[in-house]
């Protein structure tokens, strides 16, 4: 079995300074102002509010399947900016050999703004 190479290992309290949460995504609308083909989306993290975040899963995705589904992103990064956007959150997702992104979602039960740790 072939293994990717691992980072090298990190304190704990690295972790800790991510704030990574749940939230649903709103909207989703193309974004052909990027390099790479990506999607611009509006997330609702709850009582935290609303986050702006590019994603490059168009080719995982169409928009439509995007609206209402539940991800988690880092929320504490600083804002970026990508072509006319700033982005201010980062969305995850495992990353296929093909370069293709599938989103992480939490199980039912999980609500805008939980915290991941």
């Known amino acids: 079995m072939v293994r990717d190479s691992l980072k090298k290992k990190i304190p704990y309290s690295h972790f800790g300074a991510l704030d ?6 709103l909207e989703a609308k193309k974004f052909p102002e990027a390099r790479s083909p990506a999607y611009k989306l509006l997330i609702d993290f709850g009582p935290l ?21 539940m991800v988690v992103a880092v929320i504490n990064f600083p804002d970026k900016q990508i072509a006319n ?9 495992a990353v296929g050999d093909d370069e293709n992104v599938f989103l992480l979602q939490p199980d039912h039960g999980a609500k805008e703004g939980y915290k991941i740790g």
């Open 20 to 25: 990574i949460r749940v939230g649903r995504i």
């Open 49 to 69: 509010g609303q986050k702006k975040s590019s994603a490059q899963i168009t080719h995982t995705y169409s928009t439509d399947q995007l609206i209402g589904k």
């Open 85 to 93: 956007t700033i982005s201010e959150c980062l969305v995850l997702g």
